[in-house]
């Protein structure tokens, strides 16, 4: 299954049909500890500052979960895209 | 189904079996004109430069896919952490 196929099939609801956005870092391992643990958190910090950078978000839209298996470890960030959402102009 | 789910259904390859980090963006949007084309290429280049900050990556090792689809939008990149991958000093 591809992973639009994923997104795709996500129940549909009101709050759901707004514009969203979902940033996924997903981390595949070998074994339960990773020297990558160490620093996910701040890594994740910094990607999503990332995004920031084109998309305007407010704190109260950013939902995050994270989930972990034996060889996986997945942060999911959900964001709800204000209506007035407007993609910051990106200056290079 | 959960994300979690979606990763750890993926098919299982030798490759595949190597520690391996997924940087997914999935926008939904409400109507076909996307805002977010515009600075995906952007978008894709500063995601991997942080990770490039904690990670020692190769060019060789990143695989980027784009999919669309009437509503929804999804970057994906995949990055095989090779196994003598040294993860970076990071000092914060």
Do not use: C, G
Request: aromatic residues 6%.
């Amino acid at each position: 299954m591809s992973l639009l196929n994923y997104f795709s099939t996500q129940p549909k609801s009101a709050s759901i049909a707004k514009e969203r956005l979902q940033i996924i870092v997903a981390h595949q391992r070998r074994e339960r500890s990773s020297i990558m643990s160490d620093f996910l958190p701040d890594l994740q910090k910094e990607l999503i500052e990332v995004v920031r950078k084109y998309i305007e978000i407010r704190d109260e839209d950013v939902n995050i979960r994270v989930e972990q298996a034996e060889n996986y470890e997945v942060l999911e960030v959900n964001i709800a895209l204000p209506d007035s959402s407007i993609v910051k102009i990106h200056t290079k």
